[in-house]
Structure formats: structure tokens, C-alpha cells
């Protein structure tokens, strides 16, 4: 199937309504803890609308089948849900066809299953395998553990001060001996947007694969896989509204096809014999096991979500909220913010002199406000900083210009009792 994609919705191109957006988030309707919550931790999560957890529920309650395997009209009414949701990836991310769409349990299962099924096939001693210094420890252990299994290397494209993918080093780094590229497209850590059309021209040039990591750029921007030429693109359903436990590996057809599943096991079997086995064609081949049929519904309810406020007006909002909340940040005395590049989105990644990022977390945590300290599971982020964590306040579709003050005063507060 050729997909075409609508990529505005008739309501993006209505004023966004934050309030009435707010009060699609159960978490958002009471006071939580005492007080109304504040919630700028969307990088390592986002809180789910109650159409998501309608549509979980109503599996639970009405559908619940096992999918593919049972000729019952419950079973076929899963499987009929569980291959919509499916399409439903297809078109948001328009993909070329249902074959290249791959439920895994999120980004990390999505890079991990690419390092084993396709790394293995084509990596051997003395190939290369090309990653950033901003990557997610997710898209970097998986291909440390495929070097060493080959004896391969892996090769390590820096950042500038700002933060931003050092495009020339990546260039001289591309050789004869890489097989793969893995970088993000946007950092969990820094909120850079990497030019990822120019890097997978120029590995196209070479005729090496690129693998997007997909997870923090999925719940700001519309993404179309065709458009970026990626081969691989993986997300994770939990970072835009979706349930936990479920994402995608969208991969380009001929690369699936020619690639070994990755986990044996029930329904990625055509047939079983003890002395040979069949797999059943894509994407099946990679979906060993009962899925999780109702994660794949919840994401399938996500896209409707994000849809129906429409990709690019999210991002248009996101992009200004990002802006505001730069601004207001930088107007505190000793801090600093870790991560100015001029393409960014919804992290603003930063310190205080003098006060420790978990003093920071925890004190906007008594005034209800969540964000992230720590390494931001980016630990070469921060040794390229010199630092060993940073405070992380990062925007979702729901956030506010109230949001941003309510941290601002948190802030000044924890400036008043450090100084
Ligand atoms: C850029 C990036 N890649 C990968 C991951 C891993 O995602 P998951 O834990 O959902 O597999 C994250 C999670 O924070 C991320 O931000």
C-alpha cells in the first residue's frame, strides 16, 4: 500500500487551546498531592488523555482476545483493532507500506532488534559503526555490544559548545568501513535538532543505512519517513501520549525482508517442524509472542489524539512555550543552560552554580513541579560539559506560560536558600 499523507488536520488549523487541551488529562482535572501539578518531565514521559485510557479500557473490558491465532469473533474483533492501529502508524509517520511497521515495546527494543537482526548480519572485525556523543544511552550500548561481539568499532561524531551535531567531523568519520549510522533526531539531554536529511544524504552517497532515533522528535514534530529517506526510524509510544510498553521499528522493506527474525517464538511462524521452521512475512517475522495488543490500540489512540490537534500546531505552540521559557530562564543569575542550539526542541536542559541538579529536582518537587535531574541517561553529554547531571525541564502539548512562572519562582526560591 502507497501511502499519501493529509498532514494538517482540519482543528490545526484552529487557535490552540491550552485549557481545553488541560482538560483532556485526567492528571490535570485534580489537585494532586495538595496542589495542581506542574508536570515538566515530559522527555522521560508524557501523561495520558482520557480518550487513551478510554481506548485501553474498552479492550480490556469489551475486546480482550489474543490477536491473529482465533477464528472467534472476539479474537477477530482484536486482531481487527490491533491491525488498525498499525495503519494508523503507517499514516503518521507515511510509511510506504504495513510490511515496514514493527511493534516492539518501545525505542529501545526498536534499536536493539536492528543491532542484532541487521548488526550481526553485516557488521564483521574492523567495520564501523557511526554514532553521536548526544545519543541516548539506549542508542548507544546496543552497538557497543555488537562491536565488541564482532570486534567491530564504534566511531563517535562530537558536539560543539552549543550542542550541536559537528557535521564536518561526521563527513571525515563516514568511510568505507562504516555499515550504519544510529543518531537522534532530537536530544533527550540538549533538545538539538540534528540535521538528519543531511546526514542520511551524505551515508546515501556512501550507500550506508541509517538508523533515526525517533523518541524525542515523534511527540513534537510531524515526521515522514519517506520525505527523511531514513531505513530505520524507532519511537516509543509512552513520550507522546501513549501507553507504556509499546513502540515502533519502521524499517524500509528490502532491509526488513533480507534481515533474520530477531526473537523466535508463537505468531512469526508460518510453520514449525523440529527440523525446520518457517517465518510468516513482514512484520510478523519480528513480532515473536503475544503482543501487547492493548499498548498497539492506546498508541493507535495517541496518533487520533495528536492528529486531531494537528502535528505541526503542536510544534508551532511547543516552539514558542520553548522560546518563552528560555528567555525567562536565562533572566537567573549563575544559571546556566546546557544545550543552545539554534534548532531546538521542548528541553531546556540546565544548572545553577553552587546547587546540585537533585537539590534543584527536589525542591521544585515541594513547590509541585516535576522535572529531571540527573545524567539524563546521556552520561557523555555531561562529560563533554564537565558536569555529572543537569536539572531538565521538559515541554508536552499541555504546558503553559503559567508553568514556566510557577518554575521561575521555584527557581529564584532555590536561589534564595543556596545564596
Ligand atoms: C532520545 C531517546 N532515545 C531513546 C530513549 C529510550 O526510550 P524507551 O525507554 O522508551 O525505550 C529515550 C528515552 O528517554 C530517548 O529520549
Keep these: 500500500m502507497t501511502g499519501s499523507k493529509d498532514r494538517k488536520s482540519p482543528k490545526s488549523r484552529i487557535a490552540y487551546d491550552v485549557n481545553k487541551i488541560r482538560e483532556d488529562f485526567p492528571i490535570f482535572r485534580e489537585p494532586l498531592n495538595g496542589r495542581s501539578l506542574i508536570y515538566l518531565d515530559n522527555a522521560a514521559t508524557t501523561q495520558k488523555p482520557q480518550a487513551i485510557i478510554d481506548a485501553i479500557t474498552a479492550f480490556y473490558s469489551n475486546n480482550c482476545a489474543s490477536?491473529?491465532?482465533?477464528?472467534h469473533f472476539l479474537s477477530q474483533r482484536a486482531t481487527e483493532?490491533?491491525?488498525?492501529?498499525?495503519?494508523?502508524?503507517?499514516?503518521?509517520?507515511?510509511?510506504?507500506?504495513?510490511?515496514?511497521?514493527?511493534?516492539?515495546?518501545?525505542?529501545?527494543?526498536?534499536?536493539?532488534?536492528?543491532?542484532?537482526?541487521?548488526?550481526?548480519?553485516?557488521?564483521g572485525p574492523g567495520d564501523e559503526i557511526l554514532i553521536s556523543v548526544m545519543e541516548h544511552h539506549s542508542n548507544i550500548v546496543p552497538w557497543q555490544l555488537l562491536c565488541d561481539e564482532k570486534r567491530a568499532h564504534l566511531r563517535v561524531v562530537q558536539?560543539?559548545?552549543?550542542?550541536?551535531?559537528?557535521?564536518?567531523?561526521?563527513?571525515?568519520?563516514l568511510g568505507p568501513k562504516t555499515r550504519l549510522v544510529?543518531?537522534?533526531?532530537?536530544?533527550?539531554?540538549?533538545?538539538t535538532i540534528n540535521p538528519v536529511r543531511e546526514i542520511i544524504k551524505l551515508a546515501h552517497r556512501q550507500g550506508v543505512p541509517v538508523l533515526i532515533d525517533g523518541a524525542q522528535a515523534v511527540p513534537h514534530m510531524p515526521i515522514d519517513v519517506q520525505e527523511l529517506d531514513c531505513d530505520f526510524f524507532v519511537f516509543s509510544g509512552h513520550k507522546m501520549y501513549g501507553p507504556n510498553g509499546i513502540g515502533v521499528l519502521y524499517g524500509k522493506e528490502h532491509l526488513l525482508d533480507a534481515m533474520p527474525p530477531y526473537q523466535g517464538g508463537g505468531d512469526m511462524i508460518s510453520s514449525v517442524s523440529i527440523e525446520k521452521t518457517l517465518y510468516r512475512e513482514l512484520p510478523h517475522k519480528f513480532e515473536a509472542g503475544t503482543p501487547?495488543?492493548?499498548?498497539?490500540?492506546?498508541?493507535?489512540?495517541?496518533?487520533?489524539?495528536i492528529e486531531n490537534i494537528g502535528a505541526d500546531t503542536i510544534s508551532k505552540y511547543e516552539q514558542e512555550l520553548l522560546s518563552y521559557g528560555t528567555s525567562a530562564l536565562e533572566t537567573i543569575d549563575n544559571l546556566r543552560i546546557i544545550g543552545k542550539a539554534k534548532e531546538k526542541a521542548g528541553v531546556i536542559s540546565f544548572i545553577i552554580e553552587g546547587v546540585h541538579p537533585h537539590d534543584i529536582g527536589t525542591i521544585l518537587d515541594s513547590e509541585g513541579i516535576a522535572i529531571r535531574a540527573g545524567h539524563q541517561c546521556a552520561q557523555p553529554v555531561m562529560d563533554f560539559y564537565g558536569i555529572s547531571a543537569t536539572a531538565r525541564a521538559s515541554l508536552g502539548l499541555y504546558n503553559t506560560r503559567e508553568d514556566i512562572e510557577a518554575l521561575l519562582r521555584g527557581l529564584r526560591k532555590i536561589k534564595e536558600v543556596f545564596h
Design 67 to 71: 490477536v491473529h491465532r482465533g477464528i
Design 81 to 123: 483493532s490491533f491491525e488498525n492501529s498499525r495503519e494508523k502508524v503507517r499514516c503518521f509517520i507515511n510509511a510506504a507500506s504495513l510490511k515496514e511497521i514493527v511493534f516492539v515495546r518501545g525505542t529501545t527494543e526498536g534499536i536493539n532488534l536492528v543491532a542484532q537482526a541487521y548488526g550481526r548480519a553485516h557488521v
Design 159 to 173: 558536539i560543539n559548545p552549543s550542542g550541536e551535531f559537528v557535521f564536518e567531523q561526521y563527513a571525515n568519520l
Design 182 to 191: 544510529a543518531v537522534t533526531y532530537v536530544s533527550n539531554s540538549l533538545g
Design 292 to 305: 501487547d495488543i492493548a499498548g498497539a490500540i492506546g498508541l493507535g489512540a495517541a496518533i487520533n489524539y
